[in-house]
C-alpha cells in the first residue's frame, strides 16, 4: 500500500491552479503570472500514525509504547494520571511525563519503542504519542491503559499516597481477555461485516489487559478479495499487495502486520488495552520448527531458519514487547543457525497475578510421533529451568501460564506426526511430554498453588481439568487449561485429547464445520477473566458478539 503524503497532494494541486492560471492569463492576452508573483505558502509534510498506538507489557510500574511513523522521526510520548471519568488528576495524585524515545527508521520498518519506567501503580493514565522530525511534532494519537494494582486494604505503596492509587482506592481487582489466530484462513479484514467483531467484543469487556496467545498474524495464509462460503454467500475482504502470497521476504511479513492493523477494532482495542503477545508457527510458516526445509511449492525460500528470522523481526518490530538488553539478546545468525532474541517472560500484575509468558515456538524439536524414550524439546531446558524458578520464586495469588500451545489436545502435523506435546499414547510420558511432566512435578514438589494455564492455538474453545486421579503420569496437582480463538480465522475442531496427564474435557466448543467463516460471530471465541479483591478467579468463555457460553468460578487455595 503507498503512504501519500499532505505535501505531495497539496504540492499537485497547487501546480495544477498554477498550470491552469498561467494557461488562462495567455488566453485572455494578459500577462503570464510570473509578472505578477504571489507568496505561495510553504506547506510542510507532518508525520502521521499510520497504524496507530499500543501498549504492552503493563506492569505495577511500567510500560512499553509503541507506534509506527509514516517516516524517519523521534519519538515521544506524554503520560497523564487520570481519574475514572477521563479527567487529568491534579496535586498528591497527579502524574505527568514527556519522555522523547529513539529514533524511527527505515531498518525498523519505522517503529519505535518507550519502556516507560518509574509509574505509579494501580493507576490510569492518558497517553499521546507522535514522531518528531525537522518539521516539528507530526500528528497525536491518544490512548489510555492502567498499571497493575499494587498494595491493596489501604497498604501504602511507594507511589501512591495513603494506600489509594491514582485517585481511587487501592485495589486488587482486575480483569483481562485472551485469545489466538488472526486473519487466518484467508478470512481477513470485512468492513460490510464491521471487520474483525472479536475483538470490538473484547474491548467492550473494558478489560485491564488482552493475552495474544499466538497466530497474531498469518504469514503462510494468502487473502483474497472474495471467498465463497460454503452456503454460498460472498465473504469480501479487504486486501493488500504483501497478503496476496506467502510471506516470505521481510517487506512481506512486515506487511502481514501492517495488514490487521487496517482494522478499526483492533486499532481502537491496542489504544486502549495492554498486549501480551506471543508468537507461535503462523507468524512465520505453519507447524514450523528450527532447522526445517519446507516441501511446499508455494516457497521459493525453503530454509525455515531463514523465514523464521525474518517473520521473527517482523513481529518483534510490531508488538509492543520490551526490548532491554538485560533481558533480550539480539537475534543474530551464528554459525549459518538463526540465535533469536528471547520473548519468554514473566509480566507481574500485584499481589494477585503473575503472568509467565512462554515460547513453545522458538527452542521446539523437529515434529515426530512423539514417542522418544526420552525427553525431546517444546520448551528448552533454559526456558524450562526459568519457568520453575520464576513460579517457584511467585507470590502472587495466582500463577497464568500462558501457552502457545495446549497440553492434552492432540495436534496432528500429517498423518503421523505431532504438532504440540501431546502424542495420542495415554500411556507414561515419551517425548515433549516429560519436558513438561518435569515442570509439573517440580511445582508440586515446591508447594506453588493456584496454577492456570491459558491457551489457544486450535480454532475452538474448551475447558479441561487435569487430575493425577485420572492420568497415567501423577506425580503433579491438579490444575485448569483454559482454551480460547479463534478471533477472527476459521473455526475448527474439537480434537482428541491424550490421557497421559488426565484431562477431563469439562466444556467445549467448536465451529458448525471445519475452516467455518466469522461471518455470524457465534464460533469465533475468547477468554475473558475477573479477579475479585478477595482472590475469586472467575473465567468466562465467549463469542464474538460477546455472550457467556461457560463460567467457572475458581477460589484460591491458602
Given at each position: 500500500?503507498?503512504?501519500?503524503?499532505?505535501?505531495?497532494?497539496?504540492?499537485?494541486?497547487?501546480?495544477?491552479?498554477?498550470?491552469?492560471?498561467?494557461a488562462?492569463?495567455?488566453?485572455?492576452?494578459?500577462?503570464?503570472?510570473?509578472?505578477?508573483?504571489?507568496?505561495?505558502?510553504?506547506?510542510?509534510?507532518?508525520?502521521?500514525?499510520?497504524?496507530g498506538?499500543?501498549?504492552?507489557?503493563?506492569?505495577?510500574?511500567?510500560?512499553?509504547?509503541?507506534?509506527?511513523?509514516?517516516?524517519?522521526?523521534?519519538?515521544?510520548?506524554?503520560?497523564?494520571?487520570?481519574?475514572?471519568?477521563?479527567?487529568?488528576?491534579?496535586?498528591?495524585?497527579?502524574?505527568?511525563?514527556?519522555?522523547?524515545?529513539?529514533?524511527?527508521?527505515?531498518?525498523?520498518?519505522?517503529?519505535?519503542?518507550?519502556?516507560?519506567?518509574?509509574?505509579?501503580?494501580?493507576?490510569?493514565?492518558?497517553l499521546?504519542?507522535n514522531?518528531?522530525?525537522?518539521?516539528?511534532?507530526?500528528?497525536?494519537?491518544?490512548?489510555?491503559?492502567?498499571?497493575?494494582?499494587?498494595?491493596?486494604?489501604?497498604?501504602?505503596?511507594?507511589?501512591?499516597?495513603?494506600?489509594r492509587?491514582?485517585?481511587?482506592?487501592?485495589?486488587?481487582?482486575?480483569?483481562?481477555?485472551?485469545?489466538?489466530?488472526?486473519?487466518?484462513?484467508?478470512?481477513?479484514?470485512?468492513?460490510?461485516?464491521?471487520?474483525?467483531?472479536?475483538?470490538a467484543?473484547?474491548?467492550?469487556?473494558?478489560?485491564?489487559?488482552?493475552?495474544?496467545?499466538?497466530?497474531?498474524?498469518?504469514?503462510?495464509?494468502?487473502?483474497?478479495?472474495?471467498?465463497?462460503?460454503?452456503?454460498?454467500?460472498?465473504?469480501?475482504?479487504?486486501?493488500?499487495?504483501?497478503?496476496?502470497?506467502?510471506?516470505?521476504?521481510?517487506?512481506?511479513?512486515?506487511?502481514?502486520?501492517r495488514?490487521?492493523?487496517?482494522?478499526?477494532?483492533?486499532?481502537?482495542?491496542?489504544?486502549?488495552?495492554?498486549?501480551i503477545?506471543?508468537?507461535?508457527?503462523h507468524e512465520?510458516?505453519n507447524?514450523?520448527?528450527p532447522?526445517?526445509?519446507l516441501?511446499?511449492?508455494?516457497?521459493?525460500?525453503?530454509?525455515?531458519?531463514?523465514?523464521?528470522?525474518?517473520?521473527?523481526?517482523?513481529?518483534?518490530?510490531?508488538?509492543?514487547?520490551?526490548?532491554?538488553?538485560?533481558?533480550?539478546?539480539?537475534?543474530?545468525?551464528?554459525?549459518?543457525?538463526?540465535?533469536?532474541?528471547?520473548?519468554?517472560?514473566?509480566?507481574?500484575?500485584?499481589?494477585?497475578l503473575?503472568?509467565f509468558?512462554?515460547?513453545?515456538?522458538?527452542?521446539?524439536?523437529?515434529?515426530?510421533?512423539?514417542?522418544?524414550?526420552?525427553?525431546?524439546?517444546?520448551?528448552?531446558?533454559?526456558?524450562?529451568?526459568?519457568?520453575i524458578?520464576?513460579?517457584?520464586?511467585?507470590?502472587?495469588?495466582?500463577?497464568?501460564?500462558?501457552?502457545?500451545?495446549?497440553?492434552?489436545?492432540?495436534?496432528?502435523?500429517?498423518?503421523?506426526?505431532?504438532?504440540?506435546?501431546?502424542?495420542?499414547?495415554?500411556?507414561?510420558?515419551?517425548?515433549?511430554?516429560?519436558?513438561?511432566?518435569a515442570v509439573?512435578?517440580?511445582?508440586?514438589?515446591?508447594?506453588?498453588?493456584?496454577?492456570?494455564?491459558?491457551?489457544?492455538?486450535?480454532?475452538?474453545?474448551?475447558?479441561?481439568?487435569?487430575s493425577?486421579?485420572?492420568?497415567?503420569?501423577?506425580?503433579?496437582?491438579?490444575?485448569?487449561?483454559?482454551?480460547a480463538?479463534?478471533?477472527?480465522?476459521?473455526?475448527?475442531?474439537?480434537?482428541?485429547?491424550?490421557?497421559?496427564?488426565?484431562?477431563?474435557?469439562?466444556?467445549?466448543?467448536?465451529?458448525?464445520?471445519?475452516?467455518?467463516?466469522?461471518?455470524?460471530?457465534?464460533?469465533?471465541?475468547?477468554?475473558?477473566?475477573?479477579?475479585?479483591?478477595?482472590?475469586?478467579?472467575?473465567?468466562?468463555?465467549?463469542?464474538?458478539?460477546?455472550?457467556?457460553?461457560?463460567?467457572?468460578?475458581?477460589?484460591?487455595?491458602?
Amino acid at each position: 500500500m503507498t503512504d501519500f503524503s499532505r505535501r505531495t497532494l497539496v504540492k499537485t494541486s497547487l501546480a495544477g491552479l498554477t498550470m491552469a492560471g498561467l494557461a488562462a492569463g495567455t488566453a485572455a492576452g494578459t500577462a503570464p503570472a510570473s509578472a505578477a508573483p504571489t507568496a505561495i505558502p510553504l506547506v510542510r509534510k507532518r508525520l502521521t500514525l499510520p497504524t496507530g498506538i499500543a501498549t504492552g507489557d503493563v506492569t505495577t510500574d511500567s510500560a512499553v509504547l509503541w507506534s509506527r511513523a509514516s517516516g524517519p522521526g523521534r519519538m515521544t510520548a506524554t503520560l497523564q494520571a487520570i481519574d475514572s471519568a477521563g479527567e487529568i488528576l491534579r496535586g498528591r495524585y497527579g502524574f505527568s511525563r514527556t519522555i522523547r524515545g529513539p529514533l524511527a527508521t527505515e531498518a525498523s520498518d519505522f517503529t519505535a519503542k518507550i519502556h516507560a519506567k518509574g509509574l505509579p501503580a494501580g493507576t490510569r493514565f492518558k497517553l499521546e504519542l507522535n514522531f518528531e522530525d525537522d518539521n516539528g511534532a507530526g500528528e497525536a494519537v491518544h490512548g489510555t491503559f492502567s498499571t497493575a494494582p499494587g498494595a491493596i486494604h489501604g497498604k501504602h505503596d511507594g507511589g501512591t499516597d495513603g494506600g489509594r492509587e491514582g485517585g481511587r482506592p487501592a485495589s486488587g481487582s482486575q480483569s483481562f481477555v485472551w485469545t489466538g489466530d488472526t486473519a487466518g484462513q484467508g478470512w481477513g479484514i470485512n468492513e460490510e461485516l464491521g471487520g474483525m467483531r472479536g475483538y470490538a467484543a473484547m474491548h467492550r469487556t473494558n478489560p485491564d489487559f488482552f493475552i495474544h496467545s499466538g497466530d497474531t498474524v498469518y504469514a503462510d495464509g494468502p487473502i483474497a478479495a472474495t471467498v465463497t462460503e460454503k452456503d454460498g454467500q460472498v465473504w469480501r475482504n479487504i486486501v493488500t499487495e504483501e497478503v496476496s502470497k506467502v510471506a516470505e521476504t521481510l517487506k512481506e511479513y512486515r506487511g502481514r502486520h501492517r495488514y490487521n492493523s487496517l482494522d478499526a477494532n483492533m486499532r481502537a482495542m491496542f489504544a486502549d488495552v495492554p498486549v501480551i503477545a506471543q508468537w507461535d508457527d503462523h507468524e512465520t510458516t505453519n507447524n514450523w520448527y528450527p532447522g526445517e526445509i519446507l516441501d511446499d511449492p508455494r516457497y521459493t525460500e525453503r530454509n525455515v531458519n531463514v523465514l523464521a528470522a525474518r517473520g521473527r523481526q517482523a513481529w518483534q518490530e510490531n508488538m509492543p514487547i520490551a526490548d532491554s538488553a538485560a533481558l533480550w539478546r539480539a537475534g543474530t545468525f551464528d554459525g549459518g543457525q538463526y540465535q533469536p532474541a528471547r520473548i519468554y517472560r514473566k509480566i507481574p500484575r500485584g499481589p494477585q497475578l503473575d503472568i509467565f509468558s512462554l515460547d513453545m515456538r522458538t527452542f521446539k524439536s523437529p515434529n515426530t510421533d512423539g514417542k522418544e524414550p526420552y525427553a525431546t524439546s517444546i520448551l528448552g531446558q533454559e526456558q524450562v529451568d526459568w519457568l520453575i524458578k520464576e513460579v517457584r520464586q511467585s507470590k502472587a495469588t495466582w500463577k497464568v501460564i500462558a501457552a502457545d500451545l495446549p497440553l492434552g489436545i492432540i495436534v496432528p502435523d500429517g498423518a503421523v506426526n505431532q504438532e504440540s506435546l501431546a502424542n495420542r499414547d495415554p500411556g507414561a510420558p515419551l517425548g515433549r511430554e516429560l519436558e513438561i511432566a518435569a515442570v509439573l512435578s517440580a511445582f508440586k514438589k515446591s508447594g506453588v498453588k493456584n496454577i492456570v494455564w491459558l491457551t489457544a492455538d486450535v480454532h475452538y474453545c474448551a475447558a479441561h481439568h487435569y487430575s493425577p486421579e485420572r492420568a497415567s503420569f501423577t506425580d503433579f496437582d491438579p490444575f485448569w487449561e483454559f482454551v480460547a480463538g479463534p478471533i477472527n480465522a476459521g473455526s475448527f475442531g474439537p480434537n482428541d485429547m491424550d490421557g497421559t496427564f488426565g484431562p477431563e474435557v469439562v466444556f467445549s466448543r467448536a465451529g458448525r464445520f471445519p475452516g467455518e467463516s466469522p461471518r455470524d460471530g457465534e464460533n469465533q471465541y475468547f477468554g475473558h477473566v475477573d479477579l475479585s479483591d478477595d482472590g475469586t478467579f472467575t473465567v468466562s468463555l465467549r463469542n464474538a458478539n460477546g455472550t457467556v457460553i461457560f463460567t467457572k468460578v475458581l477460589t484460591p487455595e491458602r
